[in-house]
């Protein structure tokens, strides 16, 4: 069983759905993030969960809308995307919030928006 | 500002050794690491450096000069399956990451 599960790997959507990504680590770990990943770009932190709460939110747009209803599981509430949403979300854990830099990171959702 | 420079792409050859440059400068400063992410992969955790020096793990050895804000990933007797991104990043004051675009090395044999 791997450490952090994403679904679904892969995701078509239009401008007017509602969609969500779900993550779940069985890692034992407190903290969760998610991350955007567009091609050769830096990975851009989204959110940041901590023991269920949030203590990030990297200005965000509101269309993007996350919830931590555990520790172990994190979800990403997709509606009204545009098209330059299209990108590879990527969910992570860690120990906790000091050890970020020590990242086990799902295989990521990849998203398209027509 | 805040701001992390590698190289787009590098290519080597099977066997050889390739260095992979990372410059940062950023508010405070935590530690150093490099992913490695092959693609369609999930990125995963090759090392961490937070004093000056080398760092040696197996084939793979990361250098850090925090005075120079520079680090360096090297990889030895390369394989094909090396073949991949290498993500340089470093923490912040507040810990958080801040990634830089990643170098794509292309082995050929």
């Known amino acids: 069983e791997t450490g952090v599960t994403q679904t679904p790997r892969h995701l078509v959507m239009g401008m007017t759905n509602k969609k969500s990504l779900k993550c779940e680590q069985h890692l034992g770990h407190n903290a969760m993030y998610w991350y955007k990943q567009s091609a050769k770009k830096p990975l851009e932190l989204m959110f940041v969960?901590?023991?269920?709460?949030?203590?990030e939110n990297n200005s965000v747009p509101s269309r993007f809308s996350p919830e931590c209803p555990n520790s172990s599981h994190l979800f990403l509430h997709l509606h009204t995307l545009q098209p330059e949403d299209s990108a590879l979300y990527l969910c992570?854990?860690?120990?906790?919030?000091?050890?970020?830099?020590?990242?086990?990171f799902g295989e990521g959702s990849r998203l398209t928006v027509l | 500002g805040q701001n992390i420079d590698q190289p787009t792409e590098m290519t080597a050859t099977e066997g050889a050794i390739v260095q992979i440059n990372c410059t940062y400068q950023t508010s405070g400063f935590n530690g150093l690491f490099w992913y490695q992410q092959h693609a369609g992969e999930a990125p995963t955790f090759l090392s961490y450096n937070v004093l000056d020096g080398l760092e040696e793990k197996g084939r793979f050895s990361s250098f850090l000069s925090r005075s120079k804000g520079y680090s360096y990933l090297l990889l030895k007797e390369l394989q094909m399956k090396d073949s991949a991104s290498y993500l340089c990043a470093t923490t912040d004051s507040n810990y958080q990451l801040i990634w830089g675009a990643g170098t794509k090395l292309i082995i050929k044999p």
């Open positions: 969960y901590s023991l269920e709460e949030r203590v």
């Open positions: 992570a854990s860690s120990q906790g919030l000091e050890n970020t830099g020590e990242l086990f």
